[in-house]
């Protein structure tokens, strides 16, 4: 029976193993609770974060785009290369420990002031004890031994989760990428388009006679 103990100690390992995300999840949301910004500064990955966020509202901007038949495919390219390049420059200013406590209590960034739709519900972290963290463990993915993938509420649908991906970097879990709700994700596209708009009446506008 011996032979039987090297399985069994295996699997217990690799299930304590998953286990360790979910304690780095509930300091987490400890952290977003008491908005502990320092903590917040250690243990995310702004850079990858950042680049999500671009990509995330660039995708929504392009889709947009391709369903607009009036766009001619020169002018929709030029509009997605655009899109690319000012979501670049405000993620880079609008991504901080400060915006990013602000989505993870609730699911949506009330500093960047963008209207939520009414009936819209709270996807933050609302982990208020450790017997929260089973239903999260439940619904999470593990992909390969490094990350795993973790939607909030566990429960809702998911074009309505906050999604966040964790990272093992040494013996530390960081948060690398948050995949915001599908209605946060329009809000997001919507006010990007507007910037656009305004920059391209600005420059199709005729120069002032001296």
Do not use: C
Not at 15 to 42: I, K
Not at 73 to 93: H, I, K, M
Not at 153 to 171: D, F, H, S, T, Y
Request: charged share 25%.
């Amino acid at each position: 029976m011996r032979w039987l103990a090297i399985p069994l100690v295996v699997a217990l390992g690799w299930l304590a193993f998953t286990l360790t995300p979910f304690w780095a999840l509930y300091d987490l949301a400890r952290a977003v609770r008491a908005g502990d910004v320092s903590y917040v500064e250690r243990h995310v990955n702004f850079r990858t974060l950042r680049l999500s966020l671009v990509r995330q509202t660039t995708a929504a901007v392009r889709a947009a785009g391709e369903a607009n038949p009036d766009l001619e495919p020169r002018e929709r390219q030029r509009l997605n290369d655009a899109a690319v390049g000012l979501s670049l420059a405000l993620a880079e200013t609008m991504v901080t420990a400060d915006t990013v406590l602000d989505l993870l209590d609730d699911g949506w960034p009330g500093r960047l002031d963008l209207p939520r739709p009414a009936g819209t519900r709270s996807s933050g972290l609302g982990i208020d004890g450790i017997g929260r963290l089973a239903a999260y463990y439940v619904a999470s993915e593990m992909r390969g031994f490094r990350t795993v993938v973790i939607g909030s509420p566990p429960n809702a649908p998911r074009a309505e989760q906050l999604r966040i991906r964790l990272r093992l970097r040494g013996w530390t879990w960081r948060l690398v990428d948050i995949e915001v709700s599908e209605a946060l994700r329009e809000q997001m596209a919507q006010r990007l388009a507007r910037t656009l708009a305004k920059a391209r009446a600005g420059d199709r506008a005729p120069a002032a006679q001296p």
